[in-house]
């Protein structure tokens, strides 16, 4: 008769079910980087020396062989110097990685039989979208677009060989030239944020809170003032995949304009912004008066930047305190006044249905 026969089969070397032995495949989330740990990070203005490569020098030769030993000269010409090229990079957020000095590639020298040195590969350096480029105190460049380049430093032409002083009546030149040296510069190059909004308020108004709310940018949010060191921007998406880039500025307090608190250096990112929300902490006696300080300001620094399109946004109505406020702040502005809370997000959907509208004719204003 049959007779069944069992088979012990030894268990794996290892387990692929196991949680300890299974290869964790989740991806490691980045390490939070606190905001005064950014600010080493975040620089927004950079001296920068940039020197052309140099180009290769001539060649200086003659063809020569056994059944023909004067074949008259064939040094070729040298190659020229690669270029510096300045390229706008969406992804660069700052001028912390650019270094000091940049030199291009060498061309090389002209060879034998005509011929041509190589020319020398270009340097490229990303950039932020949005670097001013700045020489002896002038503009040079404003790289405002991704993709967008500006030479820096031109190499070098490449020097030219004995072949290329060839005549009639020079059959046998033994003269060449070398390259020319490239070109050498200083600049200074300054990061102006590039936004469509940018949120303008005294410190602790709530500004990052509201950046919070309405984009996935994630500023530093604290109880004590000059909380945010660094301008941050956040992209508001909306249904038809139109979005919005909104900045936050570092708070600004009186006397910004002489450079006060954290001064002019921020102030300068508010120059591209096409309109301006101004973010007031109602739960303060008076926030009319934050509105009058920060317009000042802003004309201080430059004339006509405080009239510019806006909208002044009343923040911490879910306080005691702001309701009454409320009514006495849109009594006093004539701008449009919107309510809402940045903390719990109450009427955010009025701040960002007004914020397309601005956006909107921005965009109408451009095309015309």
């Not at 980087?33 to 290769?56: A, H, M, N």
Request: some cysteine; charged content about 20%.
């Amino acid at each position: 008769p049959w007779t069944p026969v069992l088979l012990l089969l030894s268990p794996p070397a290892f387990s692929t079910t196991c949680a300890r032995c299974a290869k964790d495949r989740r991806l490691r989330q980045k390490r939070a980087i606190s905001e005064r740990q950014l600010t080493r990070y975040f620089v927004d203005q950079r001296k920068v020396r940039v020197v052309g490569g140099q180009g290769g020098g001539g060649g200086h030769s003659f063809y020569s062989e056994p059944r023909k030993v004067f074949g008259g000269p064939d040094g070729g010409n040298g190659g020229d110097g690669g270029h510096v090229i300045l390229k706008a990079d969406q992804q660069m957020k700052s001028l912390s990685s650019v270094f000091p000095f940049y030199q291009g590639f060498h061309g090389e020298r002209g060879g034998s039989k005509n011929c041509y040195g190589a020319n020398g590969a270009h340097t490229y350096v990303k950039v932020p979208v949005g670097t001013l480029v700045k020489e002896d105190g002038k503009v040079v460049a404003d790289l405002t677009q991704h993709g967008e380049e500006y030479i820096a430093a031109y190499g070098g032409a490449g020097g030219k060989g004995n072949r290329f002083f060839l005549s009639n009546e020079n059959r046998a030149p033994t003269f060449f030239t070398p390259g020319e040296p490239g070109q050498e510069r200083v600049l200074h190059l300054e990061l102006k944020t590039t936004a469509h909004a940018g949120l303008v308020g005294f410190p602790n108004a709530g500004k990052s809170s509201l950046l919070r709310a309405i984009s996935r940018a994630k500023p530093a949010v604290a109880a004590y003032p000059f909380t945010t060191l660094n301008p941050h921007v956040g992209i508001v998406h909306y249904q038809d995949y139109e979005q919005v880039a909104v900045a936050d500025i570092p708070g600004l307090i009186k006397g910004a304009h002489q450079n006060r608190g954290l001064g002019m250096a921020f102030l300068k990112h508010i120059e591209r912004c096409r309109f301006l929300l101004y973010v007031v902490d109602l739960s303060v006696p008076q926030p009319w008066i934050q509105l009058q300080d920060l317009k000042y300001e802003l004309e201080a620094y430059e004339k006509g930047l405080s009239e510019r399109p806006c909208v002044v946004i009343g923040n911490k109505i879910d306080l005691a305190q702001s309701r009454s406020n409320l009514l006495l702040l849109r009594e006093q502005v004539a701008e449009r006044v919107i309510t809402l809370s940045a903390l719990t997000g109450d009427n955010l959907e009025e701040l960002l249905l007004h914020l397309r509208e601005l956006y909107d004719t921005y965009v109408k204003t451009e095309q015309s």
